[in-house]
Nanobody
Framework: QVQLVESGGGSVESGGTLTLSCVAS????????MAWFRQIPGAGREGVAY???????IYAKAAKGRFNISRDNAKNALFLQMTSLKPEDSAMYYC?????????????????WGQGTEVIVSS
């Protein structure tokens, strides 16, 4: 079955750390760019971090210096380590697969999504 399954969300205090995980199945994971998006109610999905098939990483401004995206192709896994969390980081976080090997910022270019994992950061 072609799917992405996220885990690792939860509640944390401001300044804390969380690591999100995503396990992929049913496709050749190593060939695709993967990404983490987030969404708050009433808003569109916002790209947080991207990792291309060759390990090249790209970060949104809000994530740069605080978040780290990584992938383990042997385990078909994607990770997002989030440090120095702020209340404005609270959102539903989604793992997504791009339509190809390189990144896009447009969420419409991502053709497979996980179910999401919620992150709540309290002040």
């Amino acid at each position: 079955q072609v799917q992405l399954v996220e885990s690792g969300g939860g509640s944390v205090e401001s300044g804390g750390t969380l690591t999100l995980s995503c396990v992929a199945s049913g496709f050749t994971y190593s060939s695709y760019c993967m990404a983490w998006f987030r969404q708050i109610p009433g808003a569109g999905r916002e790209g947080v971090a991207y990792i291309e098939y060759d390990g090249t990483t790209i970060y949104a401004k809000a994530a740069k210096g605080r978040f780290n995206i990584s992938r383990d192709n042997a385990k078909n896994a994607l990770f997002l380590q989030m440090t120095s969390l702020k209340p404005e980081d609270s959102a539903m976080y989604y793992c997504a697969r791009a339509s190809g090997s390189r990144y896009y910022t447009d969420p419409n270019r991502y053709t497979l999504w996980g179910q999401g994992t919620e992150v709540i950061v309290s002040s």
